[in-house]
């Protein structure tokens, strides 16, 4: 089956303890091109006095049908089987950022090299039975790492509790 990242928009404060956790267990340059392979961005909705600001941790979904694997020239892009990741062959990597335009989340990010690198799922701390770094230091449980399926099923019940509590108003 399937894993991946799911977020709580309502919980995430935007600390950023997640790119912070990105960058230490990846021995990423935080003054290097490319920066951590999560992000956070912030979303304003709304105007006085009902303004309101989300953040949004995003980072590689490692997509079923990955259309950034579908787009590479050179092969760089593939799946691994354990754990289900779209991971890159940073070799192969023709720095071309066909990737960088087919992926709708915009996640891709290149070295100073040109050549792009990523998110992994943390693979070495999951096979040593740890959650990916991002989602371990998030303090508001936000971010969550699991089964797709579970995590769907466990978001669409959020977003029930939350539309019950708002009287059905969305």
């Not at 192969?92 to 792009?116: N, T």
């Not at 466990?154 to 539309?163: D, E």
Request: hydrophobic letters at 35%.
């Amino acid at each position: 089956m399937s894993k991946g990242f799911s977020l709580d928009v309502e919980r995430c404060s935007g600390c950023y303890a997640c790119v912070v956790a990105c960058y230490d267990q990846n021995d990423l340059d935080p003054a290097g091109a490319a920066g951590a392979w999560r992000q956070v961005y912030t979303v304003e909705d709304g105007a006085f006095p009902a303004a309101r600001l989300s953040h949004v941790s995003l980072a590689c979904q490692h997509c079923a049908a990955a259309p950034c694997i579908a787009v590479c020239p050179s092969g760089a892009l593939r799946r691994a089987c354990e754990p289900d990741a779209v991971v890159v062959e940073r070799s192969l990597c023709i720095g071309c950022r066909m990737c960088s335009l087919a992926c709708p989340f915009g996640v891709p990010r290149y070295g100073a090299d040109g050549r792009l690198h990523k998110c992994d799922l943390c693979h070495g701390r999951l096979q040593a039975g740890l959650e990916p770094a991002c989602v371990r230091v998030c303090p508001t449980r936000a971010l969550r790492f699991g089964d797709d399926g579970e995590l769907g099923r466990a978001s669409g019940q959020r977003a029930a509790r939350r539309l019950a509590d708002d009287g059905g108003r969305p």
